[in-house]
């Protein structure tokens, strides 16, 4: 499984949990990997890795959606876009093995195929922002 197929894995997860905010991270991992039939072992390393980080960081991660997605708050935006901009901040602000040009990117491309024609181009500015903004501190 490729990484890019992995993120939408990761997706799907981070966006159930838009819809089921109690579940147990273990439980869910383990149910999502027996439904889905693409879902590889040679990726769950890093699925669960990033879906884990992403739920442990959800506050802080939205912090950085609220102050960079001006004019949006965490509660307007689309569930589709809030979960694809949470993996994009997790990778570029918590994941140090994963280049901020290539987390913004795969951040797009989710975008592209999950979700409305202008959310590449939101998606894309809000989390340049957030990479500009590292590179000041």
Do not use: C
């Amino acid at each position: 499984m490729s990484r890019r197929n992995a993120r939408k894995h990761i997706f799907n997860l981070v966006f159930q949990t838009e819809f089921n905010t109690d579940t147990d991270v273990k439980e869910a991992i383990e149910t999502y990997t027996e439904e889905y039939e693409d879902f590889q072992k040679g990726e769950s390393d890093f699925v669960s890795r990033e879906y884990r980080g992403i739920l442990a960081n959800t506050e802080s991660i939205d912090s950085y959606i609220d102050k960079y997605a001006v004019g949006w708050s965490v509660e307007r935006l689309a569930k589709t876009d809030l979960a694809i901009l949470r993996i994009g901040v997790y990778e570029i602000m918590f994941d140090n093995e994963i280049p901020d040009a290539v987390a913004v990117n795969e951040a797009v491309e989710l975008a592209k195929e999950f979700s409305g024609d202008k959310a590449p181009a939101f998606i894309n500015a809000v989390l340049s922002k957030i990479v500009k903004s590292k590179d000041v501190e």
